[in-house]
């Protein structure tokens, strides 16, 4: 849907209201009370969709009007993220902030995480401004909005997966004569100049998974043809910025050059845990589908139990029946392994599958036992014990 007017104005942070709520779960319009306090004590602004909209310009990492950083874990940030952005999580700010070691201190950055009830945003932001960046700003409602109001940049492990899996529309936004000379495998040609002329190649559903791609991180191509995708009423467009020399890079396969094979073999990788749980693709999840069916039938095994990582007022607000809270953010690794119970397969989870990966990954890189630990990397929004669950795609990372 095309926009009429960008809104140059920011949400100033003082009107913002602990009425923050929409009633049906899911549809927050501004921050829960507790990331308001944090956004009024770090003296932060919120700028909406429309302004960030402004600022991502042509998509591009050289074509942005200002520095997106995406403060969720790396994995969620490689699933989809809004174009151009960088990455810095929360917990692990002073590995990634080196990004923006030549950026000039007055350079504007907005940063986002999972929506208006992640306090993720908050924090890096407050981090940056201690770093001396002197013009930061929340889009607050973050991800969740923008993916379903634009479309989103991918990274590579996700086109990769959809082309082994053929789960999506690949598409060479590039020019014909270089679609001719070598592509990725499976694609499609629609140069960005020539799209009326071969709109009739798009898929016929506008739910269709498509992911756009061109000549790399400076190339506006593909972000050209997402564009276009999104006005005609296409609903899950993204675009692989790395494009085919990213692909290439990676040693993988194109129509012109066979794939590097990787000599590793997977398939002694295990299906179960020794307990009997039914693991996920990605190291240290749990089979998403599989939790999710036995949770709705109310059949999770006894071995089981479900870790709610989450804030004790968000666990009061609603949680996966049966789930205890184990707030696990400012635990030391130690701290949190010792709060287990013993004996059972622990699943972690959170409300949208960021906090529990960073649980398990404090664990392992802790190095402690999490033989029988797990992750549950899904969207859960409970309301007292009745959920809505929405697991996300595996990578095969």
């Not at 005609?232 to 790395?242: H, I």
């Not at 709705?296 to 666990?315: G, L």
Request: aromatic content about 8%; charged content about 25%; hydrophobic content about 35%.
């Amino acid at each position: 849907m095309k926009v009429k007017n960008v809104l140059k104005s920011l949400v100033v942070v003082g009107l913002l209201t602990s009425s923050a709520y929409a009633n049906e779960p899911g549809n927050l319009i501004k921050p829960s009370p507790k990331v308001e306090s944090m956004i009024k004590k770090f003296n932060l602004e919120v700028v909406d969709y429309n302004y960030a909209k402004a600022k991502v310009g042509k998509g591009t990492h050289n074509g942005a009007k200002a520095i997106f950083v995406d403060a969720r874990p790396s994995k969620m940030f490689k699933v989809g993220t809004i174009p151009s952005s960088i990455n810095i999580p929360d917990t692990d700010y002073e590995k990634y902030v080196g990004q923006l070691k030549d950026t000039p201190k007055n350079k504007e950055i907005l940063v986002f995480c999972g929506g208006w009830n992640c306090g993720k945003s908050p924090k890096v932001a407050n981090m940056l401004k201690k770093d001396g960046f002197t013009n930061v700003k929340l889009y607050q409602a973050g991800e969740p909005e923008w993916a379903k109001r634009n479309y989103q940049e991918v990274d590579l492990v996700v086109a990769q997966a959809a082309q082994v899996n053929n789960s999506a529309v690949l598409i060479d936004a590039r020019p014909y004569k270089m679609f001719l000379t070598e592509t990725i495998a499976g694609s499609i040609s629609i140069p960005d100049t020539e799209v009326e002329k071969l709109k009739g190649r798009f898929p016929v559903h506008q739910n269709e998974k498509i992911i756009v791609y061109c000549g790399g991180f400076k190339c506006v191509k593909s972000h050209n043809v997402a564009k276009k995708l999104i006005s005609m009423g296409y609903r899950d467009v993204n675009v692989f910025a790395g494009g085919l020399p990213e692909w290439k890079k990676a040693g993988l396969s194109t129509t012109k050059s066979a794939a590097k094979v990787d000599t590793k073999k997977v398939s002694n990788k295990p299906t179960m845990s020794k307990n009997g749980a039914k693991l996920g693709v990605d190291e240290g999840s749990i089979n998403g589908e599989w939790l999710n069916s036995l949770i709705k039938e109310d059949k999770v095994p006894a071995f089981i139990q479900i870790v709610d990582v989450t804030d004790p007022s968000e666990f009061k607000n609603g949680h996966i029946k049966g789930a205890i809270n184990i707030p696990a953010e400012k635990l030391s690794a130690k701290e949190l392994f010792e709060k287990l119970p013993k004996g059972k397969t622990v699943v972690f989870n959170c409300t949208a599958g960021g906090r529990s990966i960073e649980a398990w990954t404090k664990l392992k890189d802790a190095k402690l036992d999490i033989s029988e630990v797990f992750y549950f990397d899904a969207n859960v929004d409970c309301k007292g014990n009745s959920c809505k669950i929405e697991v996300n795609e595996a990578l095969g990372i």
